[in-house]
């Protein structure tokens, strides 16, 4: 029996720890679970190589997608300090030239009028829409952050099932190369106990036409294995993209389902959501503002003047205007603004319910690809023992070499089986990661 493997040890403790527990079942402690051999199946790693985290930085460098939201985030600072503005004085120098049918005789009839000056207009009350222009612009800055944060956790999935996917064909390969060993091996034993006429001629053209649809299988594999490549090379723009390194440990426990779904409203769509919520509530105040007066003040300094006013250095003048009928376009600007806030609201309480959803689903279908992972490592466990005992049966001639043939072919089938669902295994934990909002 072979010795157990970290990540069979890693998934059965994984499992035992409360993903099958529901079933009723007992499941089988890790001593029992008889491993895959990894030199066989495929499933070694060289030492040296790009890990998920190197591809995940890479990806992040290259996203158009995520620089896109950066840049979303850089236009909020912007539109804060746009906002900021309103609530600030604004100072201008100002040169004007007055041309008039003047005779020039006297101060009032000049036919050329200078005037230079410093303009100062202060708002003073504008029914606090400044203040909340402001907030509204702070919460759409943390409303884009969360945006681009998800965008980022989002990609961090891209990147996994990529990344796995072309582990995945690279351990086919090399499990389709090894049943290919194999099977040549026993043509050329079969070779040899033709000639002793202890074979059929049929026996060694039945192991012939396994062995050349194993070849066919390669050759597809290989162009799998291509296309994943293609499409990891594309995400993070290395090319050529050189060797992968799985370095990430395996789980070794899978707390309950309520401790993931507790992370449900920390996950940046939902906090995304929250602010969009909060920059509607501070709009409504912004539209409210229209049935308040407003109070300016404005003042000016004269450095040039010419005619009755020569001798005027400045004025200030207090401006109150009191809204009174606008043909209703205070009351629907407010309306709307309420209506979109509420809309806003159900967005939110909606993105939080699905974070929940999804939480629940990845939760499912993680335990899912545990269970039958282990239960695959079982049935390769068998089916190789299977095997050897048919070789031997065969050498005794207690068996045909169908039967031989058969076994390899079911040794085969399992190991594949096995690669799949180990990196199943792994994509489906990034997914629970990603949909309770943690990522590298």
Same mark, same amino acid.
């Given at each position: ?5 970290? /990540? ?54 290259? =996203? ?16 804060? @300090? ?22 020039? $005789? ?13 303009? @100062? =207009? ?14 509204? =612009? ?23 099932? $990529? ?26 034993? @079969? ?52 060797? /992968? ?15 993931? @779904? ?10 995304? $959501? ?43 003048? /207090? ?11 205070? /009351? ?36 899912? =690809? ?71």
């Amino acid at each position: 029996m072979n010795h157990p493997s970290r /990540l069979c040890l890693g998934l059965a403790s994984l499992l035992c720890a409360g993903a099958a527990a529901p079933t009723g079942e007992t499941e089988p402690s890790a001593q029992q679970i008889i491993p895959i051999r990894h030199h066989e199946a495929g499933l070694a790693v060289s030492a040296e190589g790009l890990t998920l985290a190197d591809c995940y930085r890479l990806a992040l460098a290259q =996203s158009e997608a995520v620089a896109i939201r950066n840049e979303m985030l850089n236009a909020t600072e912007g539109q804060f @300090l746009q906002a900021l503005s309103t609530a600030l004085p604004s100072v201008d120098y100002q040169i004007a030239e007055k041309r008039q049918d003047g005779s020039g $005789a006297s101060a009032f009839s000049l036919k050329r009028i200078p005037e230079q000056k410093f303009a @100062l =207009s202060q708002p003073l009350f504008s029914g606090f829409k400044e203040f909340a222009a402001m907030a509204g =612009s702070r919460a759409q800055r943390r409303q884009r952050a969360h945006e681009t944060a998800r965008a980022e956790h989002l990609l961090l999935i891209d990147v996994a099932n $990529a990344f796995h996917l072309l582990l995945q064909q690279q351990g086919d390969i090399r499990a389709l190369d090894a049943t290919r060993k194999a099977l040549e091996d026993r043509l050329g034993e @079969l070779h040899r106990r033709e000639e002793l006429g202890r074979s059929r001629q049929s026996e060694v053209a039945s192991a012939e036409a396994r062995l050349r649809r194993v070849e066919a299988d390669l050759e597809s594999a290989r162009s799998s294995e291509m296309t994943a490549r293609q499409l990891m090379e594309f995400l993070t723009g290395q090319s050529p993209l050189g060797l /992968l390194n799985d370095d990430q440990p395996d789980p070794l426990a899978l707390p309950a389902e309520g401790e993931y @779904l507790a992370k449900a409203h920390a996950r940046p769509d939902v906090k995304s $959501a929250e602010e969009a919520w909060n920059v509607a509530r501070k709009a409504v105040w912004v539209a409210q503002a229209g049935f308040w007066p407003t109070v300016s003040l404005d003042a000016n300094y004269y450095t040039k003047r010419a005619g009755v006013s020569e001798d005027i250095t400045w004025d200030a003048t /207090l401006d109150v205007s009191i809204p009174i009928f606008h043909g209703g376009n205070n /009351l629907g600007a407010t309306k709307t603004a309420r209506s979109e806030a509420r809309q806003a609201k159900l967005t939110f309480e909606l993105t939080k319910r699905q974070a929940e959803l999804e939480i629940r689903s990845a939760y499912a279908t993680l335990q899912g =690809s545990i269970a039958r992972y282990l239960a695959l490592v079982r049935a390769l466990d068998a089916a190789e023992e299977n095997y050897r005992l048919q070789v031997e049966d065969y050498g005794r001639n207690l068996v045909n070499n169908l039967d031989v043939l058969q076994a390899l072919q079911d040794v085969q089938d399992a190991r594949r089986d096995v690669i799949a669902a180990q990196h199943t295994a792994k994509r489906d934990h990034w997914k629970l990661r990603v949909a309770t909002g943690e990522t590298l």
